[in-house]
C-alpha cells in the first residue's frame, strides 16, 4: 500500500457486473479534490451520463472518506456516499453523510474511496481486508436485517471488521432505504436501494493495524490539544448532557444509566450522539431525528416507554430512513383524520398510531413491499399521487417536494437558508446547522440561560467573520444574505471533503476567549499538518467553490434548469410562518443592533429574493438570466475539463 500523507493511497473500483475489482491512485483526485465529496463528484462527473437511472448498472455509488480519517481528537473520520438517489423528485445526483467507524476503516484498510459500479447476478458482499479486496457470496444474507447481518459477518470476519449493510427495504429497492452502518450511522437519499439494485448486501471493512500517518505529527498533536480546549464547554450540543431532546424526553429519563454517550471514531469530544438501552435488553443508537421520530406519536398512547425506541431499531433493522418514514406517518395520520384512509383500506391500523403494532405493520409492509405498503415504497410523494387529490392535499404547506420529507430551518423564517435549498438535490443539513446553531445560541443568552455567550455584539462579529457582514445575521434585512450563502457553502464544501462533522465545525463560537469569535484558518490549519498542503483559508476555500461548482454542472447536466429551477416551494411565497409549539412560538431572530425581531406570520418576499438571486449569481459567476455556470468562471475554478464536457452535453446554453 502506497501511503501518502493523510491518505491511503489508493480507490478501489469494483464493476459487479464483470465481477472486476481494480485500484487506482489517489493522487490523480487528491490536489484538486481534497477526498469526500470532492472524490464523489468528480468521479460522477467522469464516469456517469445523465440518462442513467437510479438502479441502472451505470449508476456508480461512490463511498469516500477524506484525508483526516482515522486521526484523533479531530471529528473527521465521517464519509459519504454520493451518486444518484431514487429518493429525489425527479431522479438526481444527491449525497449521504455517515458517522460511526466504518470511514476510518476503509482508511485503515487501504482505501480512500470504492467506486460500486453494475450489478451482480446474485448476491455479494464486498470483503475489503488490509488493502485486499475480494467479492463473496451473500445468498444467505439476502432478506436479512441491517443489524443482523452486521453480527453475522462479524462472526465469520470477527469482531473487529466494520459493517455497511442494507435491510429487506434495500433488497427490495424502498426509495427510502437506507445503508446502515456501523455503530447505526446512517444517511438518507436512499442509496440502500441503490445497494439493493446491484445485489450488493454489505460491505465489510477489515483490518490488522490503524496507521494513518500525517505529514507534521508535532504540529497536528498541538492543534489537536488547541481544539479540546476550545471544544471544552463551547458548543452547545457539547455542553448539556442530552439537551437536544429536552423537548421530547421526560426529566427522569435523560439521566437514566441506560442512556450512554457513545462518540464517532476520532471524535475527541462526542455530542448528544448515545446508545440507549431498552428494557427489553435491545441497544441502539439514541441521536437527533433517529433518537425522537416515534415519540409524539406514542405519547399518545399514553405513559412515556420504550416504543419510540424500538420504533427507530425496527427501521435500522430494516434499513428505513427515519425522516421519510416520520413523513409518511405525518401524512398518514392526516389522511386517516380527514377519513381518506381507514385501517381495513390500507391494511395497517392507522388507528393505533403511536402503538408498537402500527410501527412494526408499515415498517414490515413497506419494507417487504407487502400491500400498501408497496404503494409506500415509492415514497410520500408518489403514494399521494396514486390515492388521488384529497391525499396530495394532506402534504400541502409542510413537505419539501424535492424529497418528500419536512422542510427543516427553512427560508421563511432564516432567509439565506433559501439559496442553499434552491441550490441543493436535497435539504442541505450541514449548510443549515451553520446558520441555525448560532442562532440557537443567541437565544440561550437572550433567556439568560446559564454559561449563554452569544450575545448580540458576539452574533454580529461573528457574521462579519463567518459570513462576510453584520447584515448577514440580522434578520429584519435581505442585505448581506448573497454573501452569506456564498461564503458559508463554500466553507461547507470543504468541511464536507475534508469530512469533518458538522456538529463540531467550524467553531465559530468560543466559550474561554475575550471575544468568543472562532478562527477561521483552524480547519486550514488541520489540513496543512495532516498532508502537508499549507493554504490559506481563501484558497482552501477555492477548492469548496470548485466542488460546489462541479455539483452545480452535474445537476445542469442531469435536468436541473438553471434560474428556472432555482426557485423555492410555493407556500414559502404565500402563506405566513406558523406559530410553532416549542419554546419560542413567533421564531424570534436578531434584527438590526440588538432588536429581536419576530419572524413568525412572515413569508419570503418574491421580490426582494429574486434581487438576493441576482447578487448570488453575480458573486457566483453565473449567468443572471439563465443560472448557468459562466465559461470564464469554470476557468478560473480549475475546471477546464468540465468547460469541455459541457459543450459535448451541451447543457441548455
Ligand atoms: S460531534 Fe457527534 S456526530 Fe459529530 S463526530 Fe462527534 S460524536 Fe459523531
Redesign the pocket.
Known amino acids: 500500500m502506497s501511503n501518502t500523507y493523510g491518505y491511503a493511497g489508493s480507490i478501489l473500483q469494483v464493476d459487479l457486473s464483470q465481477g472486476d475489482l481494480v485500484s487506482l491512485p489517489t493522487k490523480e483526485y487528491a490536489d484538486r479534490f481534497v477526498g469526500g465529496r470532492g472524490f464523489a463528484a468528480k468521479i460522477y462527473w467522469d464516469s456517469s451520463a445523465p440518462e442513467h437511472k437510479a438502479y441502472d448498472p451505470q449508476n456508480r455509488l461512490i463511498f469516500a472518506n477524506g484525508p483526516l480519517a482515522g486521526f484523533p481528537g479531530l471529528?473527521g473520520?465521517?464519509w459519504q456516499v454520493c451518486g444518484k438517489s431514487p429518493g429525489i423528485i425527479p431522479e438526481f445526483f444527491s449525497y449521504a453523510n455517515f458517522?460511526g467507524s466504518w470511514g476510518a476503516w476503509l482508511k485503515f484498510a487501504g482505501y480512500d474511496a470504492v467506486i460500486i459500479e453494475g450489478i451482480s447476478d446474485t448476491p455479494v458482499y464486498l470483503l475489503i481486508q488490509d488493502g485486499k479486496a475480494e467479492l463473496k457470496e451473500a445468498s444467505f444474507l439476502w432478506g436479512k436485517g441491517a443489524l443482523e447481518v452486521r453480527e453475522m459477518l462479524k462472526g465469520i470476519h470477527g469482531k473487529s471488521i466494520r459493517v455497511a449493510a442494507i435491510g429487506p427495504a434495500g433488497d427490495n429497492k424502498a426509495v427510502m432505504a437506507n445503508i446502515i452502518a456501523e455503530d447505526d450511522s446512517s444517511g438518507s437519499c436512499g442509496f440502500g436501494a441503490v445497494m439493493g439494485s446491484k445485489k450488493l448486501k454489505a460491505i465489510a471493512v477489515g483490518t490488522s493495524e490503524r496507521n494513518v500517518i500525517a505529514a507534521n505529527p508535532e504540529k497536528l498533536q498541538e492543534l489537536i490539544r488547541h481544539i479540546r480546549r476550545l471544544k471544552k464547554d463551547s458548543r452547545f450540543?457539547f455542553a448539556g448532557p442530552h439537551r437536544m431532546w429536552s423537548a421530547y424526553v421526560p426529566e427522569n429519563l435523560k439521566l437514566n444509566p441506560k442512556l450512554k454517550k457513545?462518540?464517532?471514531y476520532g471524535?475527541?469530544?462526542?455530542?448528544?450522539?448515545a446508545t440507549y438501552e431498552a428494557e427489553n435488553g435491545q441497544k441502539g443508537k439514541y441521536?437527533c431525528v433517529a433518537a425522537v421520530f416515534y415519540a409524539d406519536p406514542s405519547k399518545q398512547i399514553g405513559a412515556w416507554n420504550d416504543v419510540h425506541f424500538h420504533a427507530s431499531r425496527l427501521c435500522n433493522e430494516y434499513g428505513l430512513d427515519v425522516f421519510s418514514i416520520a413523513t409518511i406517518i405525518g401524512w398518514l395520520h392526516k389522511c386517516y383524520r380527514a377519513g381518506i384512509v381507514t385501517d381495513e383500506k390500507i391494511g395497517i391500523p392507522i388507528s393505533k398510531i403511536g402503538s408498537l403494532e402500527f410501527i412494526d405493520t408499515l415498517v414490515k409492509q413497506l419494507s417487504l413491499r407487502q400491500g400498501f405498503g408497496d404503494v409506500l415504497a415509492l415514497g410520500v410523494m408518489r403514494a399521494a399521487d396514486k390515492l388521488g387529490s384529497a391525499a396530495k392535499k394532506q402534504l400541502e404547506n409542510w413537505i419539501y417536494p424535492r424529497t418528500g420529507t419536512p422542510y427543516p430551518y427553512q427560508p421563511r423564517k432564516f432567509i439565506i437558508t433559501g439559496l442553499s435549498f434552491m441550490t441543493e438535490p436535497r435539504a442541505p443539513m450541514p449548510q443549515l446547522h451553520e446558520i441555525v446553531f448560532p442562532i440557537h445560541l443567541w437565544w440561550d443568552w437572550c433567556n439568560k440561560i446559564e454559561g449563554a455567550y452569544v450575545s448580540d455584539e458576539v452574533i454580529r462579529s461573528l457574521s462579519k467573520k463567518f459570513f462576510g457582514s453584520e447584515d448577514a445575521l440580522d434578520f429584519s434585512t435581505y442585505e448581506g444574505k448573497a454573501l452569506a450563502a456564498k461564503q458559508l457553502q463554500d466553507r461547507v464544501y470543504v468541511k464536507e471533503c475534508l469530512n469533518l462533522?458538522d456538529?463540531?465545525w467550524p467553531m465559530m463560537d468560543v466559550k474561554h476567549s475575550q471575544d468568543h469569535v472562532g478562527d477561521r484558518s483552524l480547519p486550514s490549519k488541520v489540513f496543512a499538518a495532516v498532508t502537508g498542503r499549507e493554504m490559506e483559508v481563501q484558497e482552501l476555500d477555492s477548492i469548496g467553490e470548485r466542488i460546489f461548482n462541479l455539483q452545480r454542472a452535474i445537476l445542469l447536466r442531469e435536468g436541473h434548469e438553471g434560474r428556472k429551477d432555482d426557485v423555492l416551494p410555493e407556500f414559502d411565497y404565500t402563506v405566513p410562518l406558523p406559530k410553532t409549539s416549542g419554546s419560542d412560538p413567533k421564531s424570534s431572530m436578531p434584527g438590526k443592533n440588538g432588536e429581536v425581531i419576530y419572524r413568525q406570520g412572515m413569508v419570503v418576499d418574491r421580490e426582494k429574493f429574486e434581487k438576493m438571486k441576482d447578487e448570488y449569481y453575480q458573486l457566483r459567476g453565473w449567468d443572471l438570466k439563465t443560472g448557468y455556470i459562466q465559461e470564464d468562471t469554470l476557468q478560473k475554478l480549475g475546471l477546464e475539463d468540465v468547460a469541455v464536457q459541457k459543450k459535448v452535453y451541451k447543457y441548455r446554453e
Do not use: E, M, V, Y
Open positions: 471529528a473520520s465521517r458517522g450540543i457513545s462518540t464517532c471524535c475527541g469530544s462526542g455530542c448528544t450522539r441521536l462533522c456538529f463540531a
